[in-house]
């Protein structure tokens, strides 16, 4: 029996991003350790794990909600899955190397996914989409350098175009191609030929690579070396290169002292004219994305100004500003001074921006989780990092978070940062939490009163449903407005406010010293004064706090302590 070519479909998008999130989970350190270029930072092969992790998410969620349908679901279609793959990617990017990944992975969907989109893709259109993805990449950085992943990324599409065959071939030839011109990045840029190393995003890539050919052969291709043939590692044959971050702009001594990133919704002329201004402010410049939803990411020296550019541009968002160091900590092959650890602080998740400046006025680094967005468990690891802290607090804030941040905690726990994972299931929990957090005191009794805390804090929120449902309190019709009482539905009703108070009441008939109030920017601009007016007149001895959360998931927070 002849053998059937191999072919490109849902389940394999599916199969690949989990083998590529396993693989850069291994190679990671591996990668952060070889990158010279072009600043000092040591996060590439992070932020590559952290990008594909966002990527594989959204795609088990695309999985997750057809599962749900029933046994008659046909299931996600190649479109559905590398759709998924790519706004996955494109919400998660992180720094210049995870940027150029999303970049890779949304051209590759642009063929995949387009007007006509088969149930699966032959050879041929694999590596069409190789093609694409490698040229929207080069186009995305405004000023591409030789020697870089976009180097291995268009040599993997010149060997795919020329494979012919299957999937499988097509993804051998492509991983072999890049393989090839990944050993050869130091002769095209001196700083990686004077380190001793391969590029580092290309790296990432050919790991990516190898995982499709795993994908599509059941085979493990060869490994690949961080350093080419016949490199030295710099300082010695013993050591490797000095810790740096991202690959693919031009940069030196004396550069810009900001790396800023945010996503940014706004229109296509917008974003052109934001390209030429934050050209003019700095390098690195890496702008990805369509369709109104763009992932920006620049180098400067004025943070302010990058972000000003985007709210002229649009409306920018998940706004991440890092400072270099001092001087010349830019260069490549610069190093950082150590950041002196603190002795504790508390990570949380936080549903809104206005939160997120509460829970850090208060002290805490605070992870922000938009409306169907929630953070990867690497993003928890992140924070912890940045917290510097020999001792952490995690509030997930969230009850499907628990996991994501307990993973995290194992990984930094690995890492020798004490960590306490105190499964708060709602932000106004970890409002409470926080209030009585003490640095001062031992480790184990802050943990033991800021669980106390929450525990006693019920939680509500007011939402508005968007599709037909069960409930424990009935069927409710899309456009509803649901009341959640500790994370059941407790009241159905038509007016926001109406249901408001009809979840306050029932949660201080059970009593309560302190009712606190998240407002969300779909609230109506009175409900935050009749639900105090409430308060005052029916419940004696009660106080209320009142927060504005801005854009987050619910309409309204309710805790009462």
Do not use: K
Not at 131 to 159: E, M
Not at 253 to 278: H, K, Q, S
Not at 457 to 463: G, I, L, N, P
């Amino acid at each position: 029996m002849p053998q059937v070519p191999q072919t490109f479909d849902a389940l394999a998008v599916r199969a690949w991003c989990g083998l590529a999130l396993d693989a850069l989970g291994r190679a990671r350190e591996e990668i952060d350790a070889i990158n010279v270029y072009p600043v000092a930072d040591g996060d590439t092969g992070t932020n590559l794990y952290l990008t594909m992790e966002s990527a594989a998410t959204a795609v088990e969620a695309v999985f997750a909600g057809h599962e749900a349908g029933g046994g008659g679901d046909p299931g996600p279609t190649l479109a559905d899955a590398v759709r998924a793959m790519a706004h996955g990617a494109l919400i998660g990017a992180r720094g210049n190397s995870g940027t150029i990944l999303a970049q890779l992975l949304r051209g590759m969907a642009q063929v995949l996914a387009g007007a006509d989109a088969p149930a699966y893709a032959d050879g041929t259109g694999l590596g069409l989409a190789l093609r694409h993805a490698a040229d929207s990449a080069r186009q995305a950085v405004a000023h591409p350098v030789g020697g870089t992943v976009l180097t291995v990324a268009s040599a993997a599409a010149d060997a795919a175009g020329d494979a012919g065959g299957d999937c499988g071939a097509v993804a051998r030839a492509a991983y072999e191609g890049a393989r090839t011109a990944l050993a050869e990045t130091p002769d095209r840029l001196d700083v990686l030929r004077q380190a001793g190393v391969v590029d580092a995003g290309g790296r990432g890539l050919v790991t990516v690579l190898a995982a499709l050919v795993e994908t599509l052969t059941g085979e493990t291709p060869r490994g690949t070396a961080a350093r080419g043939p016949g490199l030295h590692a710099r300082g010695g044959a013993h050591t490797v290169a000095a810790p740096c971050a991202d690959d693919d702009a031009v940069a030196g001594p004396g550069g810009p002292a900001f790396e800023v990133i945010y996503l940014l919704e706004a229109e296509d002329a917008a974003v052109a004219r934001l390209r030429e201004r934050l050209d003019a402010l700095g390098d690195s410049l890496v702008v990805v994305g369509g369709d109104g939803l763009w992932n920006v990411h620049v180098h400067v020296d004025d943070a302010g100004a990058a972000v000003e550019a985007g709210v002229e541009a649009g409306r920018p968002y998940r706004i991440r500003i890092t400072h270099f160091g001092d001087g010349d900590a830019h260069a490549a092959g610069a190093e950082r001074a150590p950041v002196e650890r603190v002795q504790r602080a508390v990570v949380a998740v936080v549903p809104g921006e206005g939160l997120a400046g509460l829970y850090t006025e208060a002290g805490a680094t605070a992870v922000l989780a938009r409306p169907g967005e929630p953070p990867a468990s690497g993003e928890f690891v992140q924070a912890v990092r940045r917290a510097h802290a020999r001792e952490v607090v995690l509030l997930p804030n969230d009850a499907e978070l628990r996991h994501t941040a307990a993973a995290a905690a194992e990984q930094v726990r690995a890492e020798g940062v004490r960590v306490a994972l105190i499964p708060t299931r709602s932000a106004v929990q970890g409002i409470a939490a926080l209030a009585v957090h003490e640095p001062e005191r031992r480790f184990d009794e802050d943990v033991v009163a800021m669980t106390s805390a929450a525990g006693a804090t019920r939680y509500a929120e007011v939402t508005v449903a968007e599709r037909q449902s069960w409930t424990m309190a009935g069927i409710c019709q899309a456009g509803d407005v649901l009341g959640l009482v500790d994370g059941d539905v407790a009241v159905i009703g038509q007016d926001l406010t109406e249901t408001a108070l009809a979840v306050l009441d029932r949660m201080l008939a059970a009593g309560g010293e302190l009712v606190t109030l998240v407002v969300g920017d779909g609230a109506p601009e009175s409900v935050a004064e009749r639900l105090e007016a409430r308060v005052r007149e029916g419940y004696l001895a009660v106080d209320t706090v009142v927060y504005h959360g801005g854009r987050q998931g619910s309409v309204l927070l309710i805790g009462v302590e």
